[in-house]
């Protein structure tokens, strides 16, 4: 049998890249360009991207702003790696995010810096509620995910996930999420745990959440929900982290993905689209009185990342006027319109819907688990970038980049439902 160029080039993965590899096992091919939310392989075959690097590019890939500013910076020789030194680009970031971003959403933040990932910022918040509060239990929520790293992997729901560590992942409490159980009922428990002396649980230093939880299955906290999370909290003195590493940077439709819930974070942990240009970058935000870290208590030699920074502070003009946040929440609107229809045409699937703006999914339903895997499968082979989510993999999870127009989406949820269709007759 005669091999095609990007089967060769896969060979070379397979002969010497760990077993650990993931996304090449999803979507086998050999990428070579992306522009916009499109990438084509080595054969020249186009696809359309409903997975925006696991929401690391919320405006595109090789965005043209952000493409000529860095070109531009290396050219100039500008400086690419500086720990946290002093830089014009830190400097301009800095000013620019609190300017953009934090004073027209009255929020008072320290910016922290920690390595350059999603599971930094979280490890980052968690040493700080403890060193901040002197406990160290940490509630988090079922289904869940934080990051890879032992302390993330501690406030991760996911069996899979936590297996990996190898080791016991202590000091924490997993407490039910707003979903999980019938409606008020989650609430209700976590209450009563915490109000009941001999509950057995420890005063926690902090809770961590996501506001729609990512990958374990787009699902949404009600806004009523996160705001008695949030009473809570004060109620008891313990500090509120929320991971906003995949929902944030406008991912739901607003910067901020609490923002609509009118919570108030004491932690609030940045990363994925936050570098712009898909760039690795990571932020820890702090309530000033929180910020209790000593030089260098937590630090990583790429957190100075200035070409990361660079391309993060023009990534903030899209949010200097209002006008890209309505886009994305009208675009949603499309999105939810294609799933509810989905999900009428093809009863064959038992699916529902959920999720927030950009971060919704197709929950196939019992016994259909495995059609979520087949349908992300088919729809590769068709020209569509899409994974799965959730505990089973029951998730077809939509996840574009911001920038993608009405074109795209319909272009994209036709190849899906082209898919479906092809899976659901066999």
Known sequence: ???????????????????????????????????????????????????????????GHNNDKMKEKLIEYIQDDGIA?????????????????????????????????????????????LKIARKVTGRQNIISFTNGFHGMTLGALSVTGNSYNRGGAGVPLNNTTSMPFDTFLEEGQSLNFLKKYLADASSGLDLPAAMILETVQGEGGINPASFEWLREIERLCRNYDILLIVDDVQAGCGRTGTFFSFEPAGVKPDIV?????????????????????????????????????????????????????DEFAKSVQEKSKLITKRMETIVEEYPQLKATTRGRGFMQGIVCGEGKEDYADKICAKAFE?????????????????????????????????????AIEDVVKN
């Open 1 to 59: 049998m005669v091999l095609t160029k990007s089967q060769k080039v896969m060979e070379v993965f397979e002969n010497h890249e760990s077993q650990v590899r993931s996304y090449s096992r999803s979507f086998p091919t050999v990428f070579e360009r992306a522009k916009g939310y499109k990438m084509w392989d080595t054969e020249g075959k186009e696809y359309i991207d409903f997975f925006a690097g696991a929401g690391a590019l919320n405006y």
């Open 81 to 125: 790696h500086s720990l946290d030194m002093g830089t014009t680009v830190r400097k301009e970031f800095l000013e620019r995010f609190n300017e953009v971003i934090l004073k027209p959403r009255n929020m008072d933040y320290k910016v922290m810096f920690p390595g350059p990932t999603g599971t930094n910022t979280v490890e980052s918040a």
């Open 269 to 321: 942990c940045l990363s994925k689209s936050i570098g712009g240009y898909g760039l690795p970058l990571a932020l820890t935000l702090i309530k000033p009185q929180y910020d209790m870290f000593g030089p260098a208590e937590h630090n990583g030699t790429f957190r100075g990342n200035n070409l990361a920074i660079l391309a993060a502070t023009e990534a903030l003009s899209y949010w200097e006027t």
């Open 382 to 418: 068709k020209g569509l970038i899409i994974e799965t989510s959730g505990p089973e993999g029951e998730v077809v999870k939509f996840l574009g980049s911001l920038i993608i127009d009405e074109k795209g989406i319909q272009q994209g949820f036709d190849i899906l439902e082209e």
